[in-house]
């Protein structure tokens, strides 16, 4: 999945420094004023993936997670939609197979008619496979990913009810990238993304921001290094605007550059920032459960997530 590599892929990401697209919005309206996170909720949506089990392209538990996913963004977006893809990549078996996968971003709206468009981004897929377990015989098990995939996917789902009640002053896509964990290599992961920054069409956002691994107990949110490169304006203002709201996680300090769906938009000319916790030991384990996740980690997410929403940077 997110492979740390830093100078050689730091210089071909040289996309423009964010600049005016988070102003904030004028003379906000009362009723903007957004109706609490609820952090037990996004931890109920959490397990609720988790209990499928694995996720991976491919499996019936993938296909009943995309269907649960997409009735429950129906309840609360303008309008939701799969954006099919095939990809044929190579298998995580030994020797690898050629396959052809069948698979599907899920894209909802909210706030249409607004000229200003805000994208939020998670994955829904998971590992095939648990290459850094320690057991040499757990290796090729499939992972639960509570924390690497669910718990993005549950700060979102959480942040799409309130969408509901309370309308966003932005045009909001909260956007669900399959087939980010596939491959053995990065050049067959983030799979979703690398079509959906070819394929964006009406869904163009000004800019974006990318939730992934924001589950962990003990929570740290260094500044991820593609994203600071090529758009630091934007993550500081997002760091300062944790730091305003007391959010503790987010440390004012370099992290590592991270490999993830983030990338293929900012190199499509997106001002994309990740939040990541990639210091997280179970990282393509089979010990990345649920019981390794807290709603306390998920709700400072949200926290942060919705006062941009309603407030601006």
Not at 170 to 193: A, H, N, P, V, W
Not at 203 to 226: C, N, T, V
Not at 273 to 302: A, M, Q, R
Request: charged share 25%; proline share 7%; net charge negative.
């Amino acid at each position: 999945m997110k492979i740390i590599q830093f100078s050689a892929l730091i210089i071909i990401l040289y996309c423009g420094i964010f600049t005016g697209a988070c102003a904030e919005p004028a003379n906000q309206p009362d009723q903007n004023v957004p109706v609490a996170f609820d952090s037990k909720r996004a931890f109920d949506i959490l397990k609720k993936q988790c209990e499928f089990g694995p996720r991976p392209p491919g499996s019936e538990a993938h296909r009943k997670t995309r269907d649960y996913l997409f009735t429950e963004l129906k309840k609360y977006a303008d309008s939701v939609t799969l954006q099919p893809y095939t990809s044929v990549v190579d298998t995580v078996d030994d020797p690898p197979q050629r396959k052809k996968l069948h698979m599907n971003n899920i894209i909802a709206e909210f706030g249409v008619g607004h000229d200003e468009t805000l994208l939020l981004a998670a994955h829904w897929d998971t590992r095939p496979c648990a290459d850094q377990d320690p057991k040499l015989e757990n290796q090729r098990e499939p992972i639960i990913g509570a924390n690497d995939g669910a718990s993005g996917v549950a700060v979102l789902l959480e942040i799409a009810r309130i969408l509901k009640q309370t309308l966003p002053p932005k045009r909001i896509i909260i956007i669900l990238f399959d087939g980010e964990d596939y491959g053995k290599t990065t050049d067959q992961m983030f799979l979703g993304s690398r079509y959906f920054a070819k394929n964006m069409g009406k869904w163009r956002p000004d800019y974006g921001i990318l939730l992934d691994m924001i589950g962990d107990k003990d929570l740290e949110i260094p500044k991820e290094q593609f994203s600071w490169t090529a758009n630091p304006e934007f993550m500081e203002r997002i760091w300062k605007r944790a730091n305003k709201l007391g959010l503790a996680p987010f440390k004012d300090r370099a992290g590592p550059a991270v490999m993830d769906d983030h990338v293929p938009l900012i190199r499509a000319g997106i001002p994309m920032v990740n939040i990541i916790d990639f210091d997280y030991p179970h990282w393509h384990t089979l010990e990345d459960t649920v019981d390794k996740c807290s709603p306390k980690s998920l709700e400072i997410v949200g926290r942060l997530v919705v006062s941009i929403i309603y407030e601006g940077l």
